[in-house]
């Protein structure tokens, strides 16, 4: 799945990962699926369709929200903001990049992973 999204195979990237998430379902490996749910998500997002990413980024928060897996729950926050974002929800996309803040924050998650969500959250500034 991760060397066809590195070549922008967007449909093969795809079908990986709804294989990777169905085994991963039927093995019960929780924390697996919930990070294939995301990176399917990941996918749909990039091949530029915001709308049908945010099933699976949904389906990833709820999961890894009952796992207590931070990391997972805030890379999926921060995905569903940029798609809320490309959507023209900026309300929507702001407030995901704050819980993804968050989360992350507490988690420790790498830098980069902090910055893209910080980015997505912005600033406050006063309008006067």
Sequence with gaps: MQAATSAGE??????????ALWHFERA???????RAARLIGDVRWLAGDPASSRRYYA????????LGAEREEGLAALGMGRAALDLG???TARRLGDIAVGLL???Q???????A???LRGEEREVG
């Excluded at 019960?28 to 919930?34: D, P, R």
């Excluded at 389906?59 to 009952?66: L, T």
Aim: proline residues 5%; glycine residues 4%.
């Design 89 to 91: 929800d900026v309300t």
């Design 109 to 115: 998650a790498p830098a980069d992973e902090l910055a």
């Design 10 to 19: 967007w449909w093969p990237a795809d079908i990986w990962g709804h294989r």
């Design 59 to 66: 389906e990833a928060i709820s999961e890894a929200r009952d």
């Design 28 to 34: 019960g490996m929780e924390l697996a699926a919930t």
């Design 105 to 107: 924050e507490r988690c």
């Design 117 to 119: 969500a910080q980015e």
